[in-house]
């Protein structure tokens, strides 16, 4: 990402529009690298990079949470809650965005859709990445609801003080 941010930023000083062109199509890249390319691709890399990342700060515990309440409840208070915020909320949200983002996907695939400034092709391959990120994380909420239930159903939670 950083290499792409300095060749970008080295191009856009040397008033450098294409960078390179090759002979046959390349997924992403079709026939030609441009400095409008590498700017395009930068976001699409953070992009993935966002999508693949949820589900992995969720099952680290390393998601945002307002913590002023929580913090001062029980191990077995905050699994309850867990555990319904995991079922009410993100379960439904995945499957309702995971479902809409596939016609996403499929339109960008169907038409062909590139960008309009000599970027990149094929942005079905970007896009879809938003219905991937979705099943990453429904499944990392089902492996959540599981834990939360252990937690809540373990003799060993209700002993705990709510600070540890």
């Not at 000083?13 to 590498?38: C, K, S």
Request: aromatic share 10%; hydrophobic share 50%; with cysteine.
């Amino acid at each position: 990402m950083i290499a792409l941010v300095l060749a970008a930023v080295i191009g856009s000083v040397l008033q450098v529009g294409q960078i390179a062109t090759w002979q046959t199509d390349l997924p992403l890249f079709g026939d030609e690298l441009t400095l409008n390319g590498l700017a395009e691709l930068q976001w699409h890399l953070l992009a993935i990079i966002i999508m693949l990342g949820m589900s992995y700060a969720l099952a680290q515990d390393k998601h945002v949470r307002v913590d002023m309440i929580y913090s001062h409840l029980g191990p077995r208070t905050r699994a309850v809650l867990d555990l319904l915020g995991d079922v009410v909320f993100l379960l439904p949200f995945c499957v309702i965005i995971g479902w809409l983002s596939l016609s996403f996907v499929e339109f960008s695939y169907n038409t062909g859709e590139k960008s309009d400034y000599g970027g990149l092709v094929d942005r079905y391959l970007v896009k879809a990445f938003l219905p991937i990120g979705f099943v990453f994380l429904g499944i990392t909420g089902i492996g959540r609801i599981l834990v939360h239930i252990g937690r809540i159903l373990s003799p060993a939670a209700a002993k705990e003080t709510p600070n540890g």
